[in-house]
């Protein structure tokens, strides 16, 4: 299995441009999840998916847009790049339980100048 | 809503010696509890977690934490530190979806171990 995948590894984008983040998970999960890493701050939530078909915001959701296209897919939509949006993003997957393990995608580094 | 705060950004010990880091959560339910681990450039990986049961749980590498009710704590600790345990720790709590998320993270913690 490879868990979750995102691509890509690395983006830079220029302020105003738009681009899609990619996610899949191959473990059958039922919920999927989107966050951004900042210096000192954790794990920030932007959009959660519980279950195929549904999608919620999370702590973060300004400037973002979300598709959960499948069960195994779940992307991340940036319409209009801005320097705040220079993070590290990484995607999540859980079966569904609230004890289930979320297993982390390696990354995406963004750069918006 | 909850929240998880972790005492010390960053964390140096000597090769060998304990590793303590703490972890403070509120929560108006009983939590579900996880350490998670990142190496340089990865994702996060689980080390452990609580769920429910002995309040004493073990990890991978070597690592455990203790849920303590009374003090609202999840300190993670290890009685030997590694070289190879060079990472930033994020404690984490699960409430459940009613809350809008149902993973909240702590702001990390830095370890460094110094030969």
């Known amino acids: 299995n490879a868990g979750v995948t995102q691509t890509p590894k690395f983006q830079v984008l220029k302020t105003g441009q738009s681009m899609t983040l990619q996610c899949a998970q191959d473990?059958?999960?039922?919920?999927m999840y989107w966050y951004r890493q900042d210096p000192g701050m954790g794990l920030r939530l932007i959009y959660y998916?519980?279950?195929?078909?549904?999608?919620d915001k999370g702590e973060v959701p300004n400037g973002y847009n979300v598709s959960r296209l499948n069960k195994r897919e779940f992307s991340l939509r940036l319409e209009s790049a801005a320097p705040s949006q220079t993070s590290v993003y990484f995607c999540?997957?859980?079966?569904?339980?609230?004890?289930?393990?979320?297993?982390f995608g390696p990354g995406t580094r963004l750069t918006v100048l | 809503a909850q929240s998880v705060t972790q005492l010390g950004s960053h964390v140096s010990v000597s090769e060998g010696a304990l590793v303590l880091l703490r972890c403070n959560y509120s929560?108006?339910?009983?939590?579900?509890l996880f350490w998670y681990v990142q190496y340089p450039n990865q994702g996060l990986q689980l080390l452990l977690k609580?769920?429910?049961?002995?309040?004493l749980v073990k990890g991978i590498n070597g690592f455990e934490a203790e849920f303590k009710k009374s003090e609202t704590s999840f300190h993670l600790t290890k009685p030997s530190a590694h070289m190879s345990d060079a990472a930033e720790y994020f404690c984490?709590?699960?409430?459940?979806?009613?809350?809008?998320?149902?993973?909240?993270f702590g702001p990390g913690t830095r370890l460094s171990v110094l030969p």
């Open positions: 999540a997957s859980t079966a569904s339980r609230r004890t289930d393990t979320q297993y």
């Open positions: 473990m059958n999960h039922n919920s």
């Open positions: 998916s519980a279950s195929e078909g549904t999608t």
């Open positions: 929560s108006s339910v009983p939590p579900y």
């Open positions: 609580y769920t429910t049961g002995a309040t």
């Open positions: 984490a709590v699960s409430e459940g979806w009613n809350y809008g998320q149902n993973f909240v």
